[in-house]
């Protein structure tokens, strides 16, 4: 009996389109159907991926290691993963694609890595600092329905970084507790206020894998200057987004594609005064007006 003949480049090719051939014909017994044209897809996109780039054996495995450094670097209040599909441009390509909305309401943009559910709880116009450092920053606007009418007690998680660029929880979290964060109830005109300190441009975390991707590739880690919010009112979808400082010299070079120029507002500078809470500072603040228009459930 004669052994198969192994050919040269064109066989070892017949090969591999096989191997697609026989991985799909198996995953279309996938019972749901929305799970069979994801993991269809996925495999005619992945598959051919590595055709492309004729991907070796030794790359797929420095990924498989890469992947599994990732989830070391995965705990409360960080996924690591996150970071690289923020980074890959996907959270915000999904996030789109599946927000449509009229012209005029919030745009939404990406979670990011570091929400944390639980939020601690302040009453309007309160300082939510809660001792992180910076210029301190009154935030005040109303959350509106579609026909500008407002929402009343609409919830309002707000976070973001201190004037180092860092989070509550890429520090000890446990022992000094959440700072720069809050949930924040509007009124009944849907009116929200309070005061923290200016955030300010960071890179995604330097330490971590997704760093290393973006180091030995694009070499932008930068995110520019942005108040995280998460807003959900009655009848209204959950909105995520950003309220990004205009003064930011990254707006054009965010290391997750987050910024779209509506979200882009002006973070006002003052020189002392009276605050719009009728607060008299001695020294320099910031004030920011951004109202939210949502979008029907
Ligand atoms: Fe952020």
Not at 148 to 176: C, F, M
Not at 230 to 257: E, M, W
Request: with cysteine; hydrophobic share 35%.
């Amino acid at each position: 009996m004669n052994a198969p003949t192994e050919g040269g480049l064109k066989s070892r090719y017949d090969a591999a389109d096989l191997i697609t051939q026989e991985v799909l014909k198996r995953y279309e017994s996938t019972p749901d159907p929305r799970l069979r044209e994801i993991m269809l897809s996925f495999i005619r996109h992945l598959h051919s991926f590595a055709k492309e780039v004729k991907l070796t054996s030794k790359e797929w495995a420095y990924t498989m290691n890469l992947l599994e450094e990732t989830g070391k670097w995965c705990g409360p209040g960080r996924n690591e993963f996150i970071i690289f599909s923020d980074a890959l441009g996907l959270s915000m390509l999904t996030v789109t694609q599946d927000y449509p909305r009229p012209a005029h309401t919030t745009e939404p943009t990406l979670v990011g890595p570091f929400l944390l559910e639980n939020a601690p709880e302040f009453p309007l116009g309160a300082d939510i600092s809660a001792g992180a450092q910076g210029t301190p920053l009154f935030a005040q606007g109303t959350v509106r329905d579609v026909n500008g009418n407002p929402l009343p007690h609409a919830k309002i998680d707000v976070w973001h970084s201190d004037d180092r660029g860092l989070y509550d929880v890429q520090q000890d979290l446990e022992t000094n507790g959440p700072w720069a964060r809050a949930l924040l109830t509007a009124d009944a005109k849907g009116h929200y206020s309070f005061w923290s300190i200016m955030p300010v441009d960071y890179p995604v975390p330097q330490e971590g894998t997704a760093i290393i991707m973006l180091s030995n590739t694009t070499g932008r880690s930068w995110r520019p200057a942005h108040l995280h919010y998460r807003v959900q009112a009655q009848g209204q979808r959950p909105l995520v987004t950003h309220i990004f400082d205009r003064n930011s010299k990254n707006l054009d070079a965010d290391a997750v594609f987050g910024v779209r120029p509506s979200l882009i507002a002006d973070f006002v500078h003052h020189k002392g005064g009276t605050a719009p809470d009728g607060k008299v500072m001695d020294g320099d603040f910031y004030t920011l007006d951004y109202d939210f228009i949502m979008v029907p459930a």
